[in-house]
Each structure stands twice: as structure tokens, then as C-alpha cells.
């Protein structure tokens, strides 16, 4: 038998070794005879094996012969049949266990077999069983633990067919036993790739925790003496980023089913975090049905869930659940927050989806948190708008039950709140209405219903006006103020997310609606958004401001007409008062109001960037360009009757005006196309916010 061994190695000295270090070697080797159990037989030819070698080396002819030998190629001594067990021992001992053991199992299978009860039957069995533990232990030190089992693995089946040995096999058991989690580790951790080798992992890390009593560790096992629960839960924590979210999903799912609340608590993570990372909100709704099973002692849910509220569009319930909470100081610290509310849970849920949900997944890179991408995301605004318009049928449902019944048309089952109305919604000079009812429509609706629609009419109103002023809220929190405490990326506020809320208003009222509510809220739209606005200014009130220590003050009752506004070269100036007066606010909105009139009518361009939010201009380019392509000119005239402030904070100005409104479509030849006028006056609501150290115009709401 050849072995990958020389005579250097078999000694245990080096090529250079004087005869002195050769001879020294040797005694060393002869006084430390492994004493594991070998036979004396088999001790007795490995001293042989030595006293050759030594003999060998200090011998000047024969060393230069064997070293030309070398030189020349030759790897490997032979060994006589007698011998070759000596020989196996003394490759073991040279530093080479694999080799010595993988030559030691071939020589224990047929057809090289040892005769039964043979010494060296005995010797190789044990050498087998000494070499397999030796090479675990040195791909351990490699870090590779796969391997490491393997060698196990193999030495005990050995053990096992020969039926020798139980002590020692026991040692090999408890050895492999105490590497599975760097098995584990190993395989997990490997390139995803290599699909046999992790889902080998995924099936013993499943199987571990299954036979340790879930995560928690409730039964007594076979890894109890050596992985106790803290041990364990650091092993996890190293294993848990080499997972993919979805396979943990799958696990904890697993384990929560076999009761362990631990497992249920990181389902709800996993699940938040599929859903968020991948735009899947339903995986939300299943992340929140978990937890509010879960019965974790000490664990406070509703701010948890609130998050996912947010996430969601319910602002309302993700307040009430943020007000919920147990924990003293997270009320203490909403409460007390010196900014809009709606801005603190949205950095709470920022922060927990950075540092708690999207951490620890193979497949998850999140570099930034992103609230704004989220809510603009088309397969989230359609998720919501299914989810509230089922949610208000059910509301509706019940609300209705004992409400008597009434006439009034339904609307089609396709339509939505669509707060954008083209000249496409005008039919013979009658206003499209919400719902599909016309004006003459209106009247056919009977009159022993009347009072019905009276009370439908007053509640719906009372619920409309709320929410329009959740909505200006949300835009200016998550415009300008968001921006301004860098909480998002710069980016357009979230424009559909008024939309939702819109649809959610609408889908709660739908049953509610009269009538009368359906002129109103049609008269509103068109405003925004409608055919044409010509701007033919009648009156401008200018408010005493401030510029360089000078007040330029115009006459209040004096009427400006079109004429003369295109002879105005009319001063922007910005607010900067922490606290400005209803002058000062008067004469922002006359400027805007100026000013839009001058661009629609195309004879000037827009420049108000200094008083109004980008948001605002852009949306009116877009009408502008609208009109352009349709070949109309808008001139809009329109006068400030009274003005009323409704709310006001450091960041926030709500202003209710009464404004006097008409306006002209024409072509561009000047032929007229249609005029509106409201009488007595339009109501407006104006939305104010103080960014970068002056007040803005945020959002208006028309029909209020």
C-alpha cells in the first residue's frame, strides 16, 4: 500500500533537519506511543516503521538518495500488507487525519475486510473512529462545518456496522450533536445558488428548534446540556440574516402553529416586512391579524399596530391607537410634540421600519426608508381604494338599517370620486353632478321624501367638511412640513393620498348623499379643475405690507379691471411674520388670486414660488397647457367680500373666504364659450403653512 507520505513527515522534522534533530526526534516519537488502545502488535511495527526512517536520514548515501528521489517526483512510501496499519497510524500522527481516514474506512470494506475479531480488524476500527473526530476538528478550524459533520457522520456509521467501540461512538454523537447550529451556519450561509445545500439547512434548522420546544426552548432535548437559551438565541440571531423573508414567514408560521408566541410575534415582523419592502399591503392585514392574537407579556401592540394603520391611510385609527398605548412616556412625547401629530407617528413608523421590521432578511436592502414612495405607489392607492370602499359599504349597511328608506338614484357601481372634471363632463350646458344626477334630474326625486333628505343632507355636510380638513392637513404635513424636517426625501407631496382620503369621505357619505350635497360638491370641482377660468378682476383690496420699511396702500374700494391688471406690475412679497394679520393674509391671496387670473388669460407667466407651494403652480401650468391644447382662453373675475380665520398654530393657517366669482370661457379669437357666475358668493377655504421661514399658500378648497 502506498501512502501520501514521506519519510520527513513520518519522523516529524523538516527536509533541512541535521541527524542530531532527526535522532532527537525519534526517541521523542518512540516515548509517546499512542495509547488510545491499540494492539501491541501494531505498536510494536510502527517503532520499526520509525527506526528505518531514522536510520534512513542519518545515513549521508542514503538521505542524498531518497532527497534525489524527491526531487524527482516521488510522493508517496509503500508499505507491506503487515505493515500498512503501522502506516495508517503514523499518517494520522503526521497531521493528515482525512487522508488516514478515508484509507482506513476503504480498508474496512469488502473486499478488503478484515477477518472478524482480527487485531487488525480491532486497530483500524479505532483508528477509524480517532482519525473521523480528528478531521472534524480540522475543518472546523477551516469553518467548514458541513464537512466537519460529514466526517462524523461517517465514523459512527463505521462504529455502528462494526459494533465496537460504544464509548467512543457516544463521543462522535455528542460531537456531531454539538455542531449542528455551524452545520446550520455553514449551509445557510452558502451562495442561494446552491438550492440542495440550503434547503438541507432550512429542513435541521426547522427540525432544531422543533426539538428544542420552539423558540423558547419549552422541552428538555439533546441539545439542552450544550445549547442552553441564551446560547441559542445568539446562534439565531447570526442565522436569521442568511434567510430569505418569505422563509421566515414560513418558519415562524410553523412554530406558531406548534405554540410559540415568540415564532408569532416574528411572523408579524416578517409579514410587515414582505409587505412593505415588496408593496404588498394585503400581507398587512395578516401581519395585524397575528399580533392582535398574541399574548406576549410586556409587549405593547397598539402603537405597533398604529403603524400599520398608517400604512394603510387610516390616520384617524392610527392616532387612537398611538393614544392607546400603555407605555406613559410614547404618549408623553406624542402629546408634547411640538409639530403636527400625524408628523410624529409617521417618524415612529419610520424609525421602527428601519431598526426593528426591515432588518435581518437575505433578500431586504432597504437603503432608505421611503413613506412618500409607499403611498404613491399605483398598487397601494388601488389597495386602499378597494379596502375603503368595501369598509364604507359596511358602515353604510349598518348605519342605513333603521334610517328610512328614500328614491334617490344609485350611483354606478364603477364610478369613483374623481376630483378631476374636463370640459367632457359638460352636456348641454347642465353641470355633471357625483353619482351621475343632473339638475333636472333633481327635481324628479319625490317630495314625501323631503325630510329624509333634510337629515341625510345635514349629516353629510357635517361629515364633508371634516373630511376636506383632514385632507389640506395631510397635504401640508406631508409636503412642506415633512420636507422641512428632512423626515422624507424631497419629493411631491403625497397627491394620492388625497385621493384616498377623498374616496373614503365619498364612499362613507355615498349612502348619505341628498341632492343638494351633490350640486354643492359638483359646483367645488368645477371650480378646481373645470372648463376654463378666465381671470377679470373687478376689485382688489392691497393690504398695508411691509417692503423695505415702506407701506403701499391702494385704495380699498377701487375696482381694477382687466384692462388695468395688465398695466399692474404687481409686487410678490413674502410673509415672514410668525404671526401675520388677516391683512397680511388678505393681500397673499389677492396676489395669487392676481396672479393666476393674469396667467390663465395668458398674458403673463407665473412667479409665485416666494408665496405659494410648488404643488399649487404646478397644477396650474398643467391647466394652463390643457387650455392651450384645447385652444381656450380663461377670465376669471373675482373680489374678496370677507374673510374669516378658522384655525391657527406656528405651522398651520386655515382662512374661510367669501369670494365673489365669475368666470368666461373664450376662444382664442375671443368668442364666448360659457360664463359662470356664483351668487352670492363662493366660499373658499385657504390652507396656509410656514416653510422656510415665510408663510405659504398650501391647497384651497372650493364649495365649503
Given at each position: 500500500m502506498e501512502l501520501p507520505l514521506d519519510h520527513f513527515r513520518l519522523i516529524g522534522v523538516s527536509p533541512s533537519a541535521t541527524s542530531e534533530e532527526i535522532l532527537r526526534a525519534f526517541q521523542l516519537r518512540l516515548d509517546k506511543t499512542p495509547d488510545e488502545g491499540f494492539t501491541n502488535e501494531v505498536l510494536t511495527q510502527r517503532s520499526e516503521l520509525l527506526r528505518l526512517t531514522a536510520d534512513l536520514l542519518t545515513d549521508s548515501d542514503s538521505r542524498r538518495e531518497y532527497e534525489n528521489l524527491l526531487l524527482n517526483g516521488a510522493t508517496g512510501l509503500d508499505f507491506s500488507s503487515n505493515k500498512e496499519v503501522a502506516g495508517l497510524i503514523l499518517l494520522w500522527e503526521s497531521g493528515s487525519p482525512k487522508e488516514a481516514f478515508k484509507i482506513t474506512r476503504k480498508a474496512l470494506q469488502p473486499p478488503q475486510t478484515p477477518a472478524l475479531g482480527s487485531s487488525r480488524e480491532a486497530d483500524l476500527t479505532l483508528l477509524s473512529a480517532l482519525s473521523s473526530r480528528d478531521a472534524a476538528i480540522q475543518e472546523q478550524e477551516q469553518r467548514s462545518y458541513s464537512n466537519a459533520a460529514d466526517f462524523l457522520q461517517e465514523g459512527i456509521q463505521l462504529l455502528q456496522r462494526m459494533g465496537k467501540l460504544e464509548e467512543l461512538r457516544k463521543n462522535l454523537e455528542e460531537d456531531l450533536v454539538s455542531l449542528l447550529p455551524y452545520r446550520i451556519l455553514d449551509l445557510l450561509?452558502?451562495?442561494?445558488?446552491?438550492?440542495?445545500?440550503?434547503?438541507?439547512?432550512?429542513?435541521?434548522?426547522?427540525?432544531?428548534?422543533?426539538?428544542?420546544?420552539?423558540?423558547?426552548?419549552?422541552?428538555?432535548?439533546?441539545?439542552?446540556?450544550?445549547?442552553?437559551?441564551?446560547?441559542?438565541?445568539?446562534?439565531?440571531?447570526?442565522?436569521?440574516?442568511?434567510?430569505?423573508?418569505?422563509?421566515?414567514?414560513?418558519?415562524?408560521?410553523?412554530?406558531?402553529?406548534?405554540?410559540?408566541?415568540?415564532?408569532?410575534?416574528?411572523?408579524?415582523?416578517?409579514?410587515?416586512?414582505?409587505?412593505?419592502?415588496?408593496?404588498?399591503?394585503?400581507?398587512?392585514?395578516?401581519?395585524?391579524?397575528?399580533?392582535?392574537?398574541?399574548?406576549?407579556?410586556?409587549?405593547?401592540?397598539?402603537?405597533?399596530?398604529?403603524?400599520?394603520?398608517?400604512?394603510?391611510?387610516?390616520?384617524?385609527?392610527?392616532?387612537?391607537?398611538?393614544?392607546?398605548?400603555?407605555?406613559?412616556?410614547?404618549?408623553?412625547?406624542?402629546?408634547?410634540?411640538?409639530?403636527?401629530?400625524?408628523?410624529?407617528?409617521?417618524?415612529?413608523?419610520?424609525?421602527?421600519?428601519?431598526?426593528?421590521?426591515?432588518?435581518?432578511?437575505?433578500?431586504?436592502?432597504?437603503?432608505?426608508?421611503?413613506?412618500?414612495?409607499?403611498?404613491?405607489?399605483?398598487?397601494?392607492?388601488?389597495?386602499?381604494?378597494?379596502?375603503?370602499?368595501?369598509?364604507?359599504?359596511?358602515?353604510?349597511?349598518?348605519?342605513?338599517?333603521?334610517?328610512?328608506?328614500?328614491?334617490?338614484?344609485?350611483?354606478?357601481?364603477?364610478?369613483?370620486?374623481?376630483?378631476?372634471?374636463?370640459?367632457?363632463?359638460?352636456?348641454?350646458?347642465?353641470?355633471?353632478?357625483?353619482?351621475?344626477?343632473?339638475?333636472?334630474?333633481?327635481?324628479?326625486?319625490?317630495?314625501?321624501?323631503?325630510?329624509?333628505?333634510?337629515?341625510?343632507?345635514?349629516?353629510?355636510?357635517?361629515?364633508?367638511?371634516?373630511?376636506?380638513?383632514?385632507?389640506?392637513?395631510?397635504?401640508?404635513?406631508?409636503?412642506?412640513?415633512?420636507?422641512?424636517?428632512?423626515?422624507?426625501?424631497?419629493?411631491?407631496?403625497?397627491?394620492?393620498?388625497?385621493?384616498?382620503?377623498?374616496?373614503?369621505?365619498?364612499?362613507?357619505?355615498?349612502?348619505?348623499?341628498?341632492?343638494?350635497?351633490?350640486?354643492?360638491?359638483?359646483?367645488?370641482?368645477?371650480?378646481?379643475?373645470?372648463?376654463?377660468?378666465?381671470?377679470?378682476?373687478?376689485?382688489?383690496?392691497?393690504?398695508?405690507?411691509?417692503?423695505?420699511?415702506?407701506?403701499?396702500?391702494?385704495?380699498?374700494?377701487?375696482?381694477?379691471?382687466?384692462?388695468?391688471?395688465?398695466?399692474?406690475?404687481?409686487?410678490?412679497?413674502?410673509?415672514?411674520?410668525?404671526?401675520?394679520?388677516?391683512?397680511?393674509?388678505?393681500?397673499?391671496?389677492?396676489?395669487?388670486l392676481i396672479n393666476k387670473s393674469n396667467f390663465l388669460a395668458g398674458r403673463s407667466e407665473i412667479n409665485l414660488s416666494k408665496i405659494v407651494q410648488n404643488d399649487l403652480i404646478s397644477r396650474l401650468r398643467k391647466e394652463r397647457e390643457s387650455d392651450v391644447q384645447k385652444g381656450i382662453l380663461k377670465n376669471i373675475n373675482t373680489n374678496i367680500e370677507n374673510i374669516e380665520l378658522l384655525s391657527q398654530t406656528s405651522s398651520r393657517i386655515a382662512i374661510l373666504v367669501d369670494l365673489k366669482y365669475t368666470e368666461k370661457i373664450l376662444t382664442t379669437d375671443g368668442e364666448l364659450i360659457n360664463e359662470t357666475t356664483f351668487t352670492p358668493s363662493l366660499k373658499v377655504r385657504y390652507i396656509l403653512g410656514f416653510s422656510n421661514n415665510s408663510w405659504k399658500l398650501v391647497d384651497y378648497i372650493s364649495g365649503v
Open positions: 450561509s452558502r451562495d442561494l445558488n446552491e438550492n440542495e445545500s440550503h434547503k438541507k439547512g432550512l429542513t435541521m434548522l426547522e427540525n432544531l428548534i422543533i426539538k428544542r420546544g420552539g423558540l423558547e426552548g419549552k422541552n428538555k432535548s439533546e441539545y439542552h446540556n450544550y445549547l442552553n437559551q441564551q446560547e441559542f438565541e445568539s446562534f439565531f440571531q447570526q442565522i436569521k440574516p442568511y434567510l430569505t423573508v418569505q422563509e421566515q414567514i414560513d418558519l415562524f408560521l410553523v412554530l406558531q402553529k406548534m405554540g410559540s408566541s415568540e415564532a408569532g410575534f416574528l411572523a408579524f415582523l416578517s409579514l410587515t416586512a414582505i409587505g412593505f419592502a415588496r408593496r404588498k399591503p394585503e400581507k398587512l392585514f395578516e401581519a395585524r391579524k397575528i399580533l392582535k392574537k398574541l399574548n406576549l407579556s410586556g409587549l405593547d401592540s397598539m402603537p405597533l399596530i398604529g403603524c400599520l394603520d398608517l400604512l394603510l391611510a387610516d390616520i384617524d385609527q392610527s392616532s387612537a391607537r398611538f393614544l392607546s398605548s400603555s407605555d406613559d412616556k410614547l404618549r408623553d412625547w406624542l402629546n408634547n410634540y411640538p409639530g403636527e401629530k400625524l408628523e410624529a407617528i409617521c417618524i415612529y413608523c419610520k424609525n421602527w421600519l428601519e431598526n426593528d421590521v426591515l432588518v435581518g432578511y437575505r433578500d431586504i436592502d432597504l437603503k432608505e426608508i421611503d413613506l412618500n414612495s409607499w403611498f404613491q405607489d399605483r398598487e397601494i392607492q388601488e389597495f386602499i381604494e378597494q379596502l375603503e370602499k368595501k369598509s364604507s359599504r359596511t358602515i353604510l349597511k349598518s348605519r342605513l338599517q333603521n334610517q328610512p328608506k328614500f328614491n334617490a338614484p344609485e350611483s354606478p357601481k364603477d364610478s369613483s370620486f374623481n376630483p378631476e372634471i374636463t370640459s367632457n363632463n359638460f352636456e348641454e350646458g347642465r353641470l355633471p353632478l357625483p353619482g351621475g344626477l343632473r339638475p333636472d334630474q333633481e327635481e324628479e326625486v319625490n317630495d314625501e321624501n323631503s325630510q329624509t333628505e333634510e337629515i341625510i343632507k345635514n349629516k353629510s355636510i357635517e361629515f364633508y367638511k371634516f373630511a376636506i380638513e383632514k385632507i389640506a392637513e395631510l397635504k401640508f404635513i406631508f409636503g412642506e412640513a415633512l420636507e422641512n424636517n428632512k423626515i422624507f426625501n424631497k419629493s411631491p407631496y403625497l397627491t394620492y393620498l388625497y385621493a384616498f382620503l377623498i374616496l373614503f369621505a365619498f364612499g362613507l357619505g355615498v349612502g348619505l348623499l341628498s341632492n343638494n350635497f351633490r350640486k354643492n360638491l359638483q359646483e367645488k370641482e368645477i371650480i378646481k379643475n373645470s372648463l376654463s377660468i378666465n381671470e377679470n378682476k373687478k376689485k382688489f383690496f392691497n393690504i398695508g405690507l411691509n417692503q423695505d420699511d415702506k407701506k403701499k396702500d391702494f385704495d380699498k374700494s377701487e375696482i381694477i379691471t382687466s384692462e388695468k391688471i395688465n398695466q399692474i406690475s404687481f409686487p410678490v412679497e413674502e410673509i415672514k411674520n410668525a404671526s401675520p394679520s388677516l391683512d397680511q393674509i388678505k393681500y397673499l391671496i389677492n396676489t395669487w
